[in-house]
């Protein structure tokens, strides 16, 4: 379970890494077509690491 965690927490990492590199791109002008996969990414990323923390937090208080 805590390898589940630190997974989904690297990969939120990941994903707003990439999500802040098209927020750059767009406040420069320019038009970027990954910014739905990126938010798409974030959305997923932190949904699984609500779900693996969800699950710790079950099992600790059974």
């Known amino acids: 379970m805590i ?3 630190f997974d989904s ?3 939120l990492g990941w994903a ?4 802040n590199q098209a927020v750059k791109t767009l406040n ?3 038009e970027a077509p990954q910014l ?4 798409a990414a974030v ?6 690491l609500h779900a693996a ?3 710790l937090i079950e099992q600790r208080t059974s």
Do not use: D, M, V, Y
């Open 36 to 39: 739905q996969a990126a938010i």
């Open 53 to 55: 923390a969800a699950r």
């Open 3 to 5: 390898t589940a965690l």
């Open 16 to 19: 707003g890494s990439n999500l």
């Open 28 to 30: 420069s002008g320019a």
């Open 43 to 48: 959305r997923r990323a932190a949904e699984t």
């Open 9 to 11: 927490r690297r990969k």
